[in-house]
Nanobody, 115 residues
């Protein structure tokens, strides 16, 4: 499985960005898809996840500002990020989890929020 992430960039505080991740293969609809981020000097953390049922889970720090969604027909998972804050600055990684398989990771896309 290969994951290709896109959509990062530089934005001012209060602005919005949309990240997208496209997965290869035929098992996408069965996978738990997630977005993680890693800021300089910090551990990688879960930002948001979406199950095959479309149930979602968010880190407390992004609830109400970020929305994760998936399109099983296109094998894509998106992260809409609104009301961005400087503390959202990080490299964002797309993740795919499936039973009995190792996790797959995208290459990371940098999001920089200026104050």
């Amino acid at each position: 499985v290969q994951l290709q992430a896109s959509g990062g960039g530089l934005v001012q505080a209060g602005g919005s960005l949309r990240l997208s991740c496209e997965a290869s293969g035929s098992m996408f609809s069965f996978a738990v898809m997630g977005w993680y981020r890693q800021a300089p000097g910090k551990q990688r953390e879960l930002v948001a996840a979406i199950l095959p049922s479309r149930t979602t889970n968010y880190a407390d720090s992004v609830k109400g500002r970020f929305t994760i969604s998936r399109d099983n027909a296109k094998n894509t998972v998106d992260l809409q990020m609104n009301s961005l804050k400087p503390e959202d600055t990080a490299v964002y990684y797309c993740n795919m989890k499936m039973r009995l398989r190792p996790d797959a990771w995208g290459q990371g896309t940098l999001v920089t929020v200026s104050s």
